[in-house]
């Protein structure tokens, strides 16, 4: 079976960190976001497809570079036409039923059972969905009789009963290809899927997480899953006797640690933390924190340095970012 994963977005919502690196290239945790798919599939899936635009030549690069257990192949969508003009722009690549998954989530949905739950349907595809408590800022999906009824996009209040939302993972018989016109912009979960219902759409409801990592909560709440799920730990070269720690946190090698970590923190590479707080944040590789700084619920760029009795809270931090001493950055984008 092969895979497709829709990267081609320009992760402006991410930004200012994906003015200079593809979202699927952004750091989760000890990984690219777009390791922890491919770290998650069985031998079953053969290849896998990464459609990009933005920054095509860095994701392409990265994998000449970096060996992966299955095959990959990096394909250039050269005019952005959406998730349905990314798959069409796949399509000469495929040799029969494929899965798809955008390549923002990250999740414990079972490759090979979504698949098998799409062969037993005998549908056109199959889509995951999760249950929500509040699907406003989703796809909500209708089921009626095991099948797909209705999509309905980012409901209001009362406009839907259902709680189970597009999981962003999907499988489909090549016939999806003949719903998504060539040569202009396509939204498969806007215009492709309601045509698909009539030809037979089948939900595949998994237990367990997912989160996409596309805003800046979203990216902590998926970093939140992973350190819970296993993946925190403190490398053998980092130095954190001097702190105090609060799990889980992931400190990289050659990071030292003075001041308050956790819970929920990520320290990159070669980082150090003096005497200062931080929560629920992701430092990348070699950010310098001094003393008496507060950093919550933000990401700090590559390089960064944060000046004495600074406070960061809720933003995001561009590579090489310096804050000076004192000065508050709330809710904010900075820029280098």
């Known amino acids: 079976m092969q895979l497709v994963i829709v990267a081609g977005g320009f992760g402006k919502r991410l930004r200012p960190l994906t003015l200079t690196r593809p979202k699927a290239l952004i750091p989760l945790v000890d990984r690219p976001l777009v390791l922890h798919i491919l770290d998650s599939l069985p031998p079953s899936c053969d ?176 970093q939140h899953l992973l350190l819970a799920a296993g993946r925190a730990k403190i490398a053998p070269e980092a130095d954190v006797t001097a702190g105090s720690l609060r799990p889980p946190v992931y400190v990289g090698a050659g990071s030292f640690v003075e001041g308050r970590l956790g819970p929920d923190v990520v320290l990159g590479k070669s980082c150090k933390v003096g005497r200062a707080s931080v929560v629920n944040a992701t430092l990348l590789e070699a950010v310098s924190v001094d003393d008496k700084v507060d950093i919550a619920s933000s990401i700090i760029g590559a390089g960064a340095a944060i000046g004495e009795g600074a406070h960061v809270r809720d933003s995001i931090l561009e590579d090489g970012v310096q804050v000076p001493p004192h000065a508050e950055v709330l809710d904010d984008r900075v820029a280098a």
């Open 47 to 222: 290849e896998a497809i990464i459609a990009v635009n933005y920054l095509f030549e860095q994701v392409r690069d990265f994998f000449r570079e970096h060996e992966s257990r299955i095959a990959v192949r990096v394909v250039d969508e050269p005019t952005p036409l959406g998730t349905g003009g990314a798959l069409k722009n796949v399509e000469r690549y495929l040799r029969g039923p494929f899965a798809v998954y955008n390549g923002d989530i990250v999740d414990t949905i079972d490759f090979d059972s979504l698949v098998q739950t799409h062969r037993k349907a005998g549908g056109i595809g199959t889509i995951a969905v999760g249950r929500v408590d509040d699907p406003s800022d989703f796809g909500a999906v209708e089921i009626v009789k095991g099948r797909i009824a209705r999509f309905v996009e980012k409901p209001a209040r009362g406009e839907t009963a259902s709680h189970l939302v597009n999981a962003g993972r999907y499988v489909f018989e090549p016939g999806v290809f003949d719903f998504i016109e060539r040569g202009r912009p396509v939204s498969m979960e806007r215009e492709v899927f309601p045509g698909l219902i009539a030809q037979g759409l089948t939900p595949y409801r998994f237990e367990g997480w997912w989160s996409d990592a596309g805003t800046l909560a979203n990216y902590l709440t998926a």
